[in-house]
């Protein structure tokens, strides 16, 4: 247990208030997942990626976009995960649709923007065109199929549907049409996720990072604080992440960084310096800050302001 645990157990006078979400202290015990190193293949290896992508990304929820970006019929987005592209699309009749991003005639990219508002999608190769709802808006000359003699099956040429869901504001989508709602399969994690309201929450930006390496790196580090003492020494003096509670929620899993406190591992825990008050949102002049309209005296140590 750090000792920023500790101290919250034990502060005087507890603030009481009802979350969905339970104190993340006392730790709770995970389940004993060994001490065997991993085979350093699953990062690398083209065989392993494939499994990956046919028993995990094919058959997992992925985020797309706000739902509320969808305000009108007509709006589309596209979004791409691996090696495939996906269309969403709010239809005439208001509901929204997900779709593989992939003419029905030679596989082309459809939609070849990234979004926008259009009635019809046409494919730049031959022209065949389909409806914001994906069923088949136009065959070009269809007279030169012989396969069409006895009419356009239609049905058949329906654009390829992925299933989609809505949870927290978000539009999610499943290139498994046979998954489960996504708020089953958020499970605990999504009931707790459930005290942040989610979906009253605001656009304001998409940012998209991309770097040469195995998404598993990313999920390690993001999965750790292991790496704050030296990576982001900054952040430790406004934050704790050393020896910091993760706990298992089935499939998904939580970690509680402490901020408004400076790590036990930097030598100087008293101080209200400038960047600590700077992102606790203090103003400082070293031996007062503003409180309200109150300038009043800082009196406890940095590493206690959480506690106040």
């Known amino acids: 247990m750090a000792q920023i645990e500790r101290d919250f157990l034990d502060r ?16 709770k015990q ?3 997942l060994g001490l065997s190193k991993l085979d350093g293949e699953r990062y690398f290896s083209p065989e392993f990626m494939q499994q990956e992508w046919e028993k ?17 019929p007509g709006v589309f987005y596209v979004h791409e995960l691996g090696k495939e592209s996906f269309l969403f699309t709010k239809a005439d009749d208001g509901e929204i649709r997900g779709f593989y991003n992939i003419c029905r005639h030679r596989g082309n990219r459809l939609c070849q923007v990234e979004s926008g ?11 065949w065109s389909w409806n914001n709802d994906g069923s088949l808006n136009k065959v070009s000359s269809p007279h030169l199929f012989k396969q069409f003699n006895d009419g356009v ?9 992925v299933k989609v869901d809505s949870w927290g504001g978000w539009l999610w989508f499943n290139m498994d049409l046979d998954a489960i709602p996504v708020k089953d399969f958020l499970g605990e994690a999504g009931h707790q996720l459930e005290t942040y309201e989610f979906e009253k929450f605001s656009f304001l930006d998409y940012q998209t990072f991309e770097w040469n390496g195995n998404w ?13 003492e030296s990576l982001h020494p900054d952040m430790i003096q406004f934050g704790e992440g050393h020896d910091i509670p ?14 408004r406190t400076v790590s036990e591992v930097v030598a100087d825990q008293t101080s209200l310096t400038e960047l600590r008050a700077h992102m606790w949102g203090l103003k400082e002049d070293v031996n007062h800050v503003t409180n309200g309209e109150n300038v009043v005296p800082f009196e406890c140590a940095a590493k206690d302001v959480h506690l106040e």
């Open 56 to 72: 995990i990304w094919t058959k997992t929820w992925q985020l797309v976009t706000r739902v509320d970006e969808f305000d009108e």
């Open 246 to 259: 993760i706990e298992l929620l089935g499939i998904h899993s939580r970690m509680l960084n402490f901020n």
């Open 117 to 127: 508002y259009l009635d019809t999608f046409t494919c730049p190769f031959h022209g």
């Open 12 to 27: 005087p006078d507890p603030t009481e208030r009802e979350f969905k979400a339970p104190p993340f202290i006392p730790r």
């Open 30 to 32: 995970n389940k004993d």
């Open 216 to 228: 598993k790196h990313a999920w390690d580090a993001f999965n750790e604080s292991y790496h704050f």
């Open 153 to 161: 099956p239609e049905e058949e040429l329906g654009l390829v549907p």
